[in-house]
């Protein structure tokens, strides 16, 4: 089945086999959360980018392979609700920018602009993106045998940036960044997946940055 990264929560997962490594899409409840769980395919080790809620449902998803380490795009609760009991759950590492550490609920790792988090053989380039919180982050994963792929959290998403309340001081700093460390940088192929909804490429929103920047949000 092609992937398109539709999901719903309690729905099925959607589930992308890329060379090196398996992506595994799933939406979780209340509040329609993406939570990625990325599996080296040469390896078997497991990553998973926020355990947003429902940590039964993600254990589930981890199975018995077990779980290397769990990273949180940003300290907003509704992305580590179940972050205490999957690391309690599997040992695995806690990972979060240090500007967003001390609003997890757990002491945790830190990680910071360029530092790689590995998956199995598969690597992840940590991006510091400001704004929608201070530590935001996102995850750059540079397939050798395609396009890369972008986990943005809630920095980035079809049709614009996060949500920055309409604060200009947050708002400069987050197209700032979304503009010149991920569109500058990475070709219109990239396929980003963001924290809530569908993917994108950075290509279909690349058009709309002026309007972007000139609305403010």
């Not at 991006?127 to 980035?156: E, F, K, M, N």
């Not at 219109?188 to 690349?206: C, I, Q, V």
Request: net charge negative; proline share 7%.
């Amino acid at each position: 089945m092609t992937y398109s990264g539709d999901v719903s929560p309690g729905g099925p997962p959607a589930v992308r086999e890329l060379a090196n490594l398996t992506i595994t899409k799933v939406s979780v409840g209340p509040m329609d959360n993406n939570a990625y769980l990325l599996r080296c395919r040469n390896t078997g080790d497991q990553v998973l980018i926020d355990a947003a809620n429902e940590a039964p449902r993600l254990l589930e998803l981890v199975g018995d392979a077990g779980l290397t380490a769990v990273v949180t795009t940003h300290q907003h609760m509704d992305h580590w609700v179940a972050l205490e009991e999957i690391v309690a759950s599997t040992g695995a590492r806690s990972l979060v920018h240090a500007a967003d550490a001390e609003g997890l609920p757990i002491s945790s790792e830190t990680v910071a602009e360029g530092d790689l988090v590995p998956v199995g053989d598969c690597a992840l380039e940590v991006i510091h993106i400001v704004g929608h919180t201070p530590g935001s982050i996102a995850l750059l994963y540079r397939d050798p045998a395609g396009g890369p792929h972008l986990w943005t959290g809630d920095s980035l998403f079809p049709g614009g940036v996060g949500n920055t309340d309409r604060d200009p001081e947050r708002f400069a700093p987050l197209i700032d960044d979304v503009e010149q460390k991920l569109f500058g940088r990475l070709p219109d192929e990239t396929w980003f997946y963001p924290g809530h909804g569908k993917d994108s490429t950075l290509g279909a929103e690349r058009g709309s940055l002026p309007q972007w920047r000139a609305r403010g949000w």
